[in-house]
């Protein structure tokens, strides 16, 4: 049985250029467990419009313990 669920949203953007690799800075944002994928993209792809920076990707993060 799943409990303390829990899901994350990372929100990376480009602040800059070492050795041709992107430098990313990471937002983490702690959301709903029950929220769906395209809800999450939505949501990240707003917060992503509303900086300068480039967006560099967009993650979901879930974890949880797990009992018998």
């Not at 949203?9 to 800059?16: F, H, R, T, Y």
């Not at 690799?21 to 949501?43: G, M, Q, S, W, Y």
Request: aromatic share 2%.
């Amino acid at each position: 049985m799943r409990v303390n669920s829990t899901t994350n949203l990372k929100i990376a953007c480009v602040i800059g250029c070492e050795n041709n690799r992107d430098v990313c800075k990471i937002i983490h944002l702690r959301v709903n467990p029950e929220a769906t994928d395209d809800d999450l993209l939505f949501a990240g792809k707003t917060i992503a419009a509303l900086q300068t920076l480039p967006l560099h990707s967009i993650d979901r993060a879930d974890c949880c313990d797990l009992t018998e």
